[in-house]
């Protein structure tokens, strides 16, 4: 590579890869063929070599920020945990206390070891399962993966390679609906149209040239903004129309988007589930900011040990902060994740999930959900709906030079001629140049040259947008038999045919055409006039045969189905029928347009049918729906859904869908399905029903735990329980709910979307929480005056009475927050929730009798304490089942 244009000064705001800077603004000051000079390359690709040694050189087209974290990088941070930081503070006292200034017979290091066991296994526990958890999220990501059209040498023609082994120098074409897969340079361009809002925030697409048209009129500045180039493009972006050849200047982090990764790269709106995640954890630590300082100074007037009160009080904010919920979220997500992928739907963020469990409104197309998408060429009509075979020769003329956006029409009109064998009548035709398809056209057109040398240029595209470019009709079939002018009655005639055609659940296509000299000239949309309508291709995309079984499953789990289309009405209406989706309303496009939001908002509601919607309507009415209090949920995997996939609270995408789509969506579907949507809906659901266990269980425990200390501060002559025994408590706690995420979820409980709800898990901590107060309260006065633990000499007997009894209600909350019904009774946890709990629980009661339990200032229970200990169980669960009932019919709902 030219060395003198790579050691030049870093432009502003690019990065380095293996100190190489991005050439890009040299490149689009030249000529295209100079860039291919100072590149290095040619129009016909790099060679093997020449890729190997660029790959090995600046490395693969990967931006760094991407990557996930190594694990060591996860094994620090599961390292740094509030709980960790207290274990590590207290075995620091601990040396102190009970090694460097005790006395050497008294000399000990066992509290040390224990305290060091618990920061290894607090680490080592929450470090497996986000490991784990980001490892499974890492492969579902690479089951999903964007390629870009690249030409290397001893290729016939460009093939689809990974992005990432794109190198500089590498040519690569593009189409419509194509990702930028890296900073290029133009070297021809054809109607091209980028968005690249991705990178500026600027909606409107802009037009790049190979060769700008203000070249002539003055030189290209060199301090102009890099974004701004028209002779550029830039990694991320997309193609929106047009076709164009370019080579790849700068990969990974040396392109734009690598520079602005940080800033850039996952940054979407917080979904509803962040922000509650982050207001229970905010209410939790506020809550402890409040409390914590409260029980140190209570103790440490009472006691008069203020070291010990401190390491106290800092153990309860220990317990009360909430350390494992990073892991129960990431570990529920991920585990519903991998189970979604059986169902054949891959997760791209974790965090849709929930989103999808509250989903209420499905927005779809109907192409490829409620039909087969496999589209067949049925007819082709002349103006009168006769069969003619020009217009279909005109079609395949269409379809085959054109090199855009080849859909699944294209392919119909393609594989129908090859069935028919006309393709051997038209191969003397020449290419002499193409409009591209956009969706604000709705049309595309080819120039042709015959063997009689005339242009011809055909037109094929939506009726409505056909019909005013047409000035002249071929009556073949008709009475004059030859090209008259498109008269009113012949406009009604051809509105009578198609309509007849969409009846029959027919998509009909205009197709146009008029000769013209022949020039070997560019053309341009404007050249779209005065076509003679030859007359209409009609496509069927039969019903699934799942469809009916889809909608009816997706109903009965509270989710309602839009179609969001750019047919039309009455095609849609009559596959609507067939496939028993119930039509409520319908709006056109030009009606959308003509609402406010406000108006739209309300009209969207008791809306089924949305037909020939732009890009900006399918996204306007995403929003209404949102405006209204609706999680909604888009499919598409088209270029023109790209918007309303990023605007919808669950994008949904296929893997055969363009690149832009993919990048956009959040959920990629492997079959275009809503049987498989409806699958992935309840796991949704199953997830966030987990998540939420957890975080009732954890804040109402904590909420019963406070009051309890509070208490026990107040009254007591010594310290209800050991610092080092809060500890071992809260940990055993905390791996008792490990299981969470594999547990079962009631069937009622998923039968309807479920929304994250912050001030109902205050409301539930205000209720469930002071019932483990009042049987705190209980053991303390049981322990008090039943079993004598009323003098700082029997504290022991005291705080392992407590620590038990803490220890098994925290561990019994577990089954009775996870369900609604009697649990064991009506609802039985899943087996791994049963025998962790039943492990921790007696673990708990063993602990008391262990030389581990003498290590941490426990002393042996009595017998008869065993007896008060199932009675005070006994009437815990009963007393929170009473509570659960009062709770459920005034409020709805428990979980």
Known sequence: MNKELINKPKPSGVNNVKGHPSPLPELCACAPEEALVRLEASKSGLTEEQVEARLDQYGPNEVTHEKPPTWYQQLFHAFLTPFNGVLFAVSVVSLFSDVIFAAPEDRSFRTIIVLITMILLSTLLRFWQEFRSNKAAEELKAMVTSTAAVLRAGMDRPQELPISSLVPGDIVYLSAGDMIPADIRLLSAKDLFVSQAMLTGEAIPLEKYAVPPTKAAKAVDASQNILERETACFMGTNVVSGTAVAIVAATGDATSFGAMAKDIVGVRPLTSFDKGINKVSWMLIRFLTVMTPLVFLINGLSKGDWLQSLLFA???????????????????????????????????????????????????????????????????????????????????????????????????????????????????????????????????????????????????????????????????GGATGGVIPFTTEMRKEVRRVTRKLNQEGLRALAVGYKWLSPEDRTYTVEDEKDFVLAGYVAFLDPPKDTALQAIAALRDHGVVIKIITGDNEVVTRKICKEVGLPIEHALQGKDVEKLSDAHLAEAAEFTTIFAKMSPVQKSRVIRALQRKGHTVGYLGDGINDAAALKDADVG????????????????????????????????????????????????????????????????????????????????????????????????????????????????????????????????????????????????????????????????????????????????????????????????????????????????????????????????????????????????????
């Not at 791209?348 to 998408?373: E, H, V, Y």
């Not at 090199?403 to 393609?414: E, H, M, Q, R, S």
């Not at 042709?448 to 040398?453: H, I, T």
């Not at 109902?760 to 303390?780: K, Y």
């Open 314 to 476: 800092v153990s309860v904010a220990v317990g009360l902060t909430p350390e494992m919920l990073p892991m129960i979220v990431t570990t529920n997500l991920a585990k519903g994740a991998v189970t979604m992928a059986r169902r054949k739907a891959i997760v791209k963020r974790l965090n849709a999930i929930q989103n999808f469990g509250a989903m209420d409104i499905l927005c779809t197309d109907k192409t490829g959900t409620l039909t087969q998408n496999k589209i067949i060429l049925e007819r082709h009509l002349n103006v009168h709906g006769k069969d003619d075979l020009q217009v279909l020769e005109f079609a395949w003329l269409n379809s085959f030079y054109q090199t855009g956006l080849k859909n699944l029409l294209d392919i119909a009109v393609l594989d129908y001629a090859v069935q028919h064998d006309i393709v051997y009548k038209l191969q003397h035709y020449k290419k002499i140049d193409e409009i591209p398809f956009d969706f604000m056209r709705r049309r595309m057109s080819v120039v042709v040259r015959n063997g009689d040398n005339r242009n011809l240029m055909v037109c094929k595209g939506a009726i409505e947008e056909m019909l005013p470019l047409c000035a002249f009709a071929d009556d073949n």
């Open 652 to 895: 949904i995408s296929v893997d055969t869908a363009v690149d832009i789509a993919k990048e956009s969506a959040d959920i990629i579907l492997l079959e275009k399905s809503l049987l498989v949507l409806d699958e992935a809906v309840i796991e949704g659901r199953k997830t966030f029903a987990n998540i939420i266990k957890y975080i009732k269980m954890t804040a109402s425990s904590n909420f019963g735990n406070v009051f309890s200390v509070l208490v026990a501060s107040i009254f007591l002559p010594f310290l209800p329980m050991l610092p080092i025994q809060l500890l071992v408590q809260n940990l055993l706690y905390d791996i008792s709910q490990v299981s969470i995420p594999w547990d079962d979820v009631d069937a009622d409980f998923l039968k309807q979307p479920r929304k994250w709800d912050a001030g109902g898990i205050a409301r539930f901590m205000a209720f469930i929480g002071p019932i483990s107060s009042i049987f705190d309260i209980v053991t303390f006065l049981v322990m008090w005056n039943v079993f004598g633990a009323n003098t700082v000499e029997k504290q022991s007997l005291f705080q392992s009475g407590w620590f038990v009894v803490g220890l098994l209600t925290q561990t019994l909350i577990v089954h009775m927050i996870r369900t609604q019904h009697i649990p064991f009774i009506q609802s039985r946890a899943a087996t791994p929730v049963i025998l962790l709990t039943a492990c921790i629980m007696a673990f708990g009661m063993y602990l008391p009798f262990s030389s581990l339990g003498e290590h941490l200032g426990m002393v042996l229970l009595p017998l008869p304490y065993f007896g008060w200990l199932v009675g005070i169980l006994l009437s815990y669960c009963l007393l929170t089942q009473l509570v659960k009932t009062i709770y459920i019919r005034r409020f709805g709902q428990w979980l």
